[in-house]
C-alpha cells in the first residue's frame, strides 16, 4: 500500500486501475483516504478472482456504467 500510495504520488496519476487484488479489507472510503483520490469503484475478490480498483482525481469525469463480478472476456 505505501509503494503504490508513493507512485501515484510521484506520477501524478489521475486514473489508477489496479487488478488482481485478492483482498476484501479496504472499503472506497479507505481508497479515497489513502491515496488522496476522489472517488473509487471496487470490485471485491471472490474465491479465485482477485477484485479490482478503479481509482481517480478530480482532474477527471469518470461514470462506471455497468460492472459485473460474473463477466469473462476470453
Given at each position: 500500500?505505501?509503494?503504490?500510495?508513493?507512485?501515484?504520488?510521484?506520477?501524478?496519476?489521475?486514473?489508477?486501475?489496479?487488478?488482481?487484488?485478492?483482498?476484501?479489507?479496504?472499503s472506497?472510503?479507505?481508497?479515497?483516504?489513502?491515496?488522496?483520490?476522489?472517488?473509487?469503484?471496487?470490485?471485491p475478490?471472490?474465491?479465485?478472482s482477485?477484485?479490482?480498483?478503479?481509482?481517480?482525481?478530480?482532474?477527471?469525469?469518470?461514470?462506471?456504467?455497468?460492472?459485473?463480478?460474473?463477466?469473462?472476456?476470453?
Amino acid at each position: 500500500m505505501h509503494h503504490l500510495h508513493r507512485l501515484i504520488a510521484c506520477t501524478k496519476a489521475k486514473v489508477i486501475f489496479v487488478s488482481e487484488i485478492g483482498s476484501n479489507k479496504f472499503s472506497v472510503r479507505d481508497l479515497i483516504c489513502n491515496f488522496n483520490v476522489y472517488d473509487s469503484f471496487i470490485v471485491p475478490a471472490n474465491d479465485i478472482s482477485g477484485g479490482l480498483w478503479f481509482l481517480w482525481t478530480e482532474d477527471v469525469q469518470v461514470t462506471v456504467i455497468k460492472s459485473s463480478s460474473n463477466i469473462y472476456l476470453s
